[in-house]
């Protein structure tokens, strides 16, 4: 086969890849009300089951590294879907809570490590454009698994058929996987080679300084912190119903999923840095938009809210492999998902304390705060690597 009929089905399993990443993140969120009542649970035991799923996904994404020695991006990736599957076969066979709990271990385990592994490889062989594109496609793998929840659901009262369709659309992305299995398997050989090269061991150290960029993505837990708040905001501080509410924050995830297919547009015109600097700037105007009352113009400004936000997790994630070498650029990126989940974790803990203590008023002023945070490191970056 020529380098380019590769390339293109390389391209195409990466955006399939990337809906699967997307497929099992709505399911708790969309399903919970009904799950919790098979499961005898109470409405605020989720947060126990998504601190599950992101605990263990940072420990993967950090680990990743290691255990990327031993094992090709196939591998790593067949075996963390394989990890998913489980998870979701656990969440819908059973009723009994603990064994729930078990499930979203596999979950977070599973998709820690794919986050790492695809976002690795895309950083490395795809151009920018390609880049966020591909996080687009999480975008519509979210939105699908959503879809289906809503449809069995309203049409069967069932959650665990929804959850069996969303499997079944993993064990076949799977089985893609597998076909083409070879075709991920040069880069981490590469990897390979170049750790057991013993003419760079100084060069290879691994220092304070690379944790620039996984900064960058602890501050860009911002995006889980509006998705997971937006709608509360408008509630508590505007007293818009709970529906209204709901659609503003729907419309900042499109933002995010229309802006992510966008930004693979504008690549073609402007540069990586142009795009980043002007989608910050554009982050801390549609924040500050925020202190108005709604009205028609909001729709604007929750989908606006998502475009501005859209093209900084792949644009950033394309910088490690073009300032380090491969191995210091594989770890780099591990840390910058790991970081990214902790910060996921961490901040809407400090915020629900800072809203319990100051009220939901402070909103708009902490996401700007957390944007020009962003602005800083982005600046720091580029200004000390000229070459990106």
């Known amino acids: 086969m020529t380098r380019k009929p590769i390339l293109s089905a390389l391209v195409v399993i990466n955006f399939i890849i990337y809906i699967s990443l997307g497929l099992p993140d709505s399911i708790l969120g969309?399903?919970?009300?009904?799950?919790?009542?098979?499961?005898?649970?109470?409405?605020?035991?989720?947060?126990?089951?998504?601190?599950?799923?992101?605990?263990?996904?940072?420990?993967?994404?950090?680990?990743?590294?290691?255990i990327a020695r031993y094992f090709t991006t196939s591998q790593v990736i067949f075996t963390s879907m394989i990890l998913v599957i489980i998870g979701l076969g656990l969440m819908m066979m059973t009723s009994t809570p603990w064994v729930l709990f078990i499930s979203t271990l596999f979950m977070g385990i599973g998709q820690g490590?794919?986050?790492?592994?695809?976002?690795?490889?895309?950083?490395?062989?795809?151009?920018?454009?390609?880049?966020?594109?591909?996080?687009?496609?999480?975008?519509?793998?979210?939105?699908?698994?959503?879809?289906?929840?809503?449809?069995?659901?309203?049409?069967?009262?069932?959650?665990?058929?929804?959850?069996?369709?969303i499997a079944i659309l993993e064990i076949l992305i799977l089985g893609l996987v597998f076909i083409?299995?070879?075709?991920?398997?040069?880069?981490?050989?590469?990897?390979l080679d170049y750790h057991n090269d013993t003419s760079q061991p100084v060069s290879q150290k691994f220092k304070l300084s690379y944790l620039i960029n996984p900064l960058f993505y602890f501050f860009y837990a911002i995006e889980g912190v509006v998705g997971v708040f937006l709608a509360t905001y408008y509630v508590e501080t505007f007293h818009v119903s709970s529906a209204e509410a709901a659609f503003f924050t729907t419309l900042f995830w499109l933002g995010l999923m229309f802006g992510r297919f966008l930004t693979g547009a504008l690549t073609r015109f402007f540069s990586d840095r142009a795009i980043l600097f002007g989608h910050l700037l554009g982050l801390v105007a549609m924040s500050l938009t925020l202190l108005l009352p709604p009205g028609v113009y909001t729709v604007l400004t929750a989908f606006m809210l998502g475009l501005a936000m859209s093209s900084l997790y792949p644009l950033m994630m394309m910088v490690p492999n073009r300032i380090y070498s491969e191995p210091i650029a594989k770890q780099v990126i591990s840390y910058n998902v790991g970081s990214c989940m902790l910060g996921t974790l961490i901040f809407p803990l400090i915020f629900s304390g800072l809203f319990k203590s100051l009220g939901f008023a402070i909103f708009p002023y902490l996401i700007c705060g957390l944007t020009l945070v962003l602005f800083m490191i982005a600046g720091y970056i580029f200004k000390k690597y000229q070459t990106i």
């Open 30 to 66: 969309s399903a919970w009300p009904s799950m919790r009542e098979t499961y005898g649970m109470g409405a605020s035991q989720i947060s126990y089951l998504t601190t599950i799923i992101l605990l263990f996904s940072v420990l993967s994404s950090l680990l990743y590294t290691k």
């Open 180 to 191: 083409y299995r070879r075709h991920f398997s040069e880069p981490d050989d590469e990897a």
């Open 113 to 165: 490590a794919i986050d790492v592994t695809v976002n690795h490889f895309a950083a490395k062989h795809l151009p920018s454009s390609l880049m966020s594109l591909l996080h687009g496609f999480y975008g519509v793998g979210v939105s699908m698994s959503s879809a289906i929840l809503t449809f069995f659901l309203a049409n069967f009262a069932s959650w665990r058929l929804a959850i069996v369709t």
